[in-house]
């Protein structure tokens, strides 16, 4: 299994061997994905037993980023040292344009930062994701009644901060390819402001993991798109926090243009 990365920045070696099922599935989406699932019922069986604790997370995030790469993804993560400069707990904003990125952040900043998200309610209580959720105390939100999941954030969360346990959203909501800064909503640091914590934001292009109305999470597998993360300066927020939330925008909108995604 992959160690877990001890510099600034990570980026997949050339020569990579793909793995078996690459070739018995002819590359298509069913390689990676039956790859993904396998790690995913082992971290299901860790988690019913109540085994599945901060180093299984990060070790299986670990080893589905390597299953990946055996799946042809190229990875190159950057910012890591941003991560590592934190004195404390920090809210961790990122957008959101795949499934991957649920499953790989752990890796990168758990054996780092303590951390867990914020997620859909129903995710805590499916069948396989269930028991793998709960066991990670996530703040599980309904996304029907705002009023009630902006309470429940700011509880939650302040609650894990001040036990020195960060806190990964994806203010976007829901996954898409592009970037729209006008459906990025403040709410990660709105939490940073009630709990006194720096905010520090994520940009994601994680394409290569296709979306799907059909297989929902699951969709056409893009081998040649670059999986690019990269993490920025944690910001310090004072006040109401609406030029935090500016600056947040403004370094991932910038890395997304620069990898070329479709900014609005």
Avoid at 121 to 130: A, D, N, R
Avoid at 182 to 187: T, V
């Amino acid at each position: 299994m992959k160690p877990s990365i001890t510099g600034d920045r990570y980026d997949t070696p050339e020569g990579v061997k793909p793995c078996l099922r690459e070739y018995l599935l002819l590359g298509t989406r069913w390689s990676p994905y039956t790859n993904f699932f396998g790690v995913m019922f082992r971290s299901r069986a860790l988690a019913l037993k109540g085994l599945y604790d901060d180093e299984a997370w990060a070790a299986s995030s670990d080893e589905v980023m390597e299953r990946l790469e055996r799946c042809g993804a190229r990875f190159h993560i950057s910012g890591l040292d941003k991560v590592r400069a934190l004195t404390g707990p920090a809210v961790f904003v990122a957008n959101h344009m795949s499934t991957m990125e649920t499953t790989i952040l752990p890796g990168l900043i758990t054996p780092i930062r303590k951390c867990t998200y914020v997620v859909k309610e129903k995710l805590t209580k499916g069948f396989i994701w269930g028991p793998i959720m709960r066991s990670r105390d996530p703040i599980a939100v309904t996304r029907k009644d705002a009023r009630k999941d902006l309470d429940t954030v700011m509880a939650e969360g302040t609650r894990h901060l001040a036990n020195g346990r960060s806190v990964i959203i994806f203010p976007q909501g829901t996954r898409t390819n592009g970037f729209s800064r006008d459906k990025f909503n403040s709410l990660g640091v709105k939490l940073a402001a009630r709990a006194g914590v720096p905010v520090l934001p994520v940009a994601l292009k994680t394409d290569y993991w296709g979306n799907s109305l059909i297989f929902r999470g699951f969709g056409p597998v893009h081998r040649k798109r670059p999986v690019m993360i990269e993490f920025g300066d944690a910001i310090p927020v004072s006040g109401r926090g609406k030029t935090e939330h500016e600056a947040c925008l403004d370094f991932i909108e910038s890395r997304l243009r620069s990898w070329g995604v479709p900014v609005s």
